[in-house]
């Protein structure tokens, strides 16, 4: 079968690749109809996550069932599906309390530590061998474990793009939202109106928020976030975004602040600030989007960090945290848990997400989608592939 694999940092090449096979009593083999190129795939094909040999990238696809294991009982052959990110046993501590992306059992790395080559939490698909080494579904069939409890079925009369975003980036920025217990009336503003921020901009009115503001630097991104989630925008180019922010807030700052872009911001850095970065801190990115958060969040607010970072950091502003009294959650979204809340809201037509697509490629043309989503060029806010 033909699959997108990484080679090295900007080298993804889209292979000739052995067709999966079960290779446990829980596994299904899923025929892909529909994957996507996620920002988080950004980080490996950049380099800031390494990964040592060639993988089938994607952790955002759905299809149809081909086969499934002995003693997978929730899905049968034909069965159209939509797969979580994650990958979760379902039984072990962490699942059953509602931790899936802690799964004990899903990855082989697994550890109560972490670090950028430490141990790991659960499993994810095709996010490098960090987290479990398991194939991703940018391919035209992949693997799924423990396919009795991720796998949900949807209904025919959906679309594929009305629903592939329930493997992510929907439960994403849903997540971010959620944490933050809106009352009702709560100004929200969100670094990054990219593909996880638009989906936390839309989380945000369905629940409660009385304000959006949309940060971003590209002026197309900003557009989508007026037309498909009805966002006040600041571009971070022409306004300083904690000023503007406490001038648009009587100077309270935002009541819940999300960061939704994460260590690769746009942040000029010198070549000895570079190498001071790599070699001695052993950090990659920037922290530049975590300071603008914590500065223009409200004393007492909240902040919610979806964007991904993977060092420790110098220069945290833990004593800014401290002294304005933030909440504060940061990590993967369990999206076990909010995938049948948040497809029954599709399906009602309560959440529209499938206007933030902009490309649409055969699997043959992955390597070009990777490439105009990474310089965004062409406008490109969400690239859909279909093998």
């Not at 409200?298 to 945290?316: A, I, K, P, Q």
């Not at 945290?321 to 504060?328: L, S, T, V």
Request: hydrophobic letters at 40%; aromatic letters at 6%.
């Amino acid at each position: 079968m033909k699959a997108l694999r990484i080679h090295k940092p900007k080298d993804v090449r889209v292979d000739n690749v052995d067709d999966p096979k079960i290779e446990s009593a829980r596994d299904a083999i899923i025929r892909v109809t529909s994957t996507a190129i996620c920002g988080s795939d950004l980080h490996m094909y950049n380099g800031l996550v390494p990964q040592p040999r060639p993988m089938t990238m994607g952790h955002e696809f759905m299809g149809i069932v081909e086969e499934v294991g002995s003693e997978v009982e929730r899905l049968k052959k034909g069965d159209r599906v939509v797969v979580p990110f994650p990958i979760a046993c379902g039984w072990c501590w962490f699942c059953r309390h509602d931790l899936p992306t802690a799964c004990e059992n899903s990855n082989p790395n697994y550890g109560p530590r972490s670090g950028l080559l430490k141990e790991k939490g659960g499993a994810l698909f095709g996010y490098t061998d960090l987290y479990g080494g398991y194939d991703g579904g940018q391919a035209e069939a992949v693997r799924v474990p423990y396919a009795d409890y991720g796998p949900r079925k949807v209904p025919d009369s959906l679309t594929d793009e009305q629903v592939l975003f329930l493997t992510d980036i929907l439960p994403t920025g849903w997540t971010g939202i959620d944490k933050a217990r809106l009352k009702g009336g709560e100004t929200v503003a969100i670094f990054g109106a990219g593909p996880v921020g638009l989906m936390a901009m839309k989380a945000a009115w369905v629940q409660g928020a009385g304000r959006v503001i949309a940060l971003d630097r590209q002026g197309y991104r900003l557009e989508t976030a007026r037309r498909v989630a009805d966002a006040e925008t600041i571009d971070v180019d022409d306004n300083d975004p904690v000023d503007r922010i406490l001038e648009m807030t009587n100077n309270m700052g935002a009541d819940v602040v999300v960061d939704a872009v994460g260590m690769e911001a746009e942040h000029d850095l010198g070549v000895l600030e570079r190498v001071q970065d790599i070699v001695m801190k052993h950090q990659g990115g920037s922290l530049e989007v975590i300071h603008q958060a914590v500065t223009s969040v409200r004393r007492g607010g909240f902040l919610s960090v979806l964007g991904v970072y993977t060092t420790e950091y110098d220069n945290f502003p833990l004593g800014q945290i401290m002294d304005k009294g933030i909440g504060m959650w940061a990590g993967q979204a369990p999206v076990h848990n909010y995938i049948d809340l948040l497809l029954d809201l599709i399906v009602s037509g309560k959440v529209k997400v499938d206007d933030i697509i902009t490309h649409t490629l055969p699997l043959e043309q992955a390597p070009h989608g990777y490439d105009i989503f990474n310089k965004k060029e062409e406008d490109c806010v969400k690239v859909i592939l279909k093998p």
